[in-house]
């Protein structure tokens, strides 16, 4: 190889074995081999070379061509490898093994979600510490009322200041939010903490999931009418569900949704404590005074909702059975193919 080639190729192989990155490689590639790389270069100006050394040249060119290449490609192996372990470069994080999943409330969720985006809900969230006239005042609770004993509280700063007892509160929000933008459909998971006893039933954070829709013109119809019908993507179209009228004091009137035990159905057995049916949640016509309360005409405009827990519709659907395992750094259970 004459004097030239060889130097390229002595400077350009200790180059490549300094690199430490792919990104590197790949600029060095693309100044050798790419279209208007040197060897490009060096090609075309074959003209310039006399005629009696031009076959030679061009079959040494050739040989500096191949032993580039061959440095670059065994450089790309050992690169690629290191790079497996670099948390700086983003593209390792991509190359690395797809291991663990979503927290199995977080897959629920999104099966909520995804239901709801395709009935034409916007998906909301709101704030988790709350003041006690979004999480009572306004959902129609005033100070006294005996609904509040039936929630012990966790106040950050009381009387003011507490964390959300229910997704109810978001809609407090969301409400005062969309004052002058409705009719709105909106459906929002949430975390929600109560003063409870952990024990493998109950914890003091529980995920409630709600949806919410005011228009002019809506009735019960449309409140049974959704929830059929998310029970029935959720559970398959022989689910049986039953609605019980229901006192709430942010609705009027008032329902609760039971679904017959898909395990034993309507038998009794363990998961539905001997009752054939589980209680779903509640729901209902938002009430009046809820409207007004965030400004809100209650005599143009009127709406529903409702919200249901997901912790033991979670547990259920991925036979857990103890509420603690939900929070717990051991989350041992097996994903469900989705
Ligand atoms: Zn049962």
Sequence with gaps: MNDNLNKILNQYSN?????????????????????????????????NIAPEERKNYGSELNQLKTELENLISQKSATVTSTQQISVSDQKSIISL?????????????????????????SIYDGPVIVTDEYNFE???????????????????????????TQTSTIESYLLEA????????????????????VNRSNHFIFHQYQAVVVDKNITMKDLIGTMDLMFKTLYGPDVVVRYRAKYYP??????????????????????CKHAGWIEMGGS??????????????????????????LDR????????????????GNLAYKPSAK
């Design 15 to 47: 180059q490549i074995s300094l690199l430490t990155s792919k990104a590197e490689l790949e600029n060095i590639r693309v100044e050798l081999l790419g279209r208007k790389g040197i060897i490009n270069e060096l090609f075309q100006n074959i003209k």
């Design 97 to 121: 093994p797809k291991i663990g999943h979503l927290h199995p409330i977080t897959q629920t969720e999104e099966q909520l979600n995804n239901l709801f985006r395709s009935l034409g809900f």
């Design 138 to 164: 306004r959902l129609n609770v005033p100070a006294n009322h005996p609904a509040r004993d039936m929630q012990d509280s966790l106040y950050i700063d009381e009387p003011q200041y507490l964390l959300r």
């Design 178 to 197: 969309s004052k002058d933008k409705l009719p709105i459909r909106t459906a929002f998971p949430g975390t929600t903490y109560r003063n409870e006893k």
């Design 250 to 271: 942010e609705v009027e009137p008032g329902v609760g949704p039971d679904m017959q035990c898909f395990k034993c159905h309507g038998q009794g057995c363990p998961l």
């Design 284 to 309: 209902g016509m938002i009430h009046p005074k809820v409207l007004a309360n965030a400004g809100i005409d209650p005599k143009e405009w009127r709406g529903f909702a409702f919200g249901m827990g």
């Design 313 to 328: 519709w979670t547990m259920a659907q991925n036979n857990i059975h103890d509420i603690r395992t939900l929070l717990g």
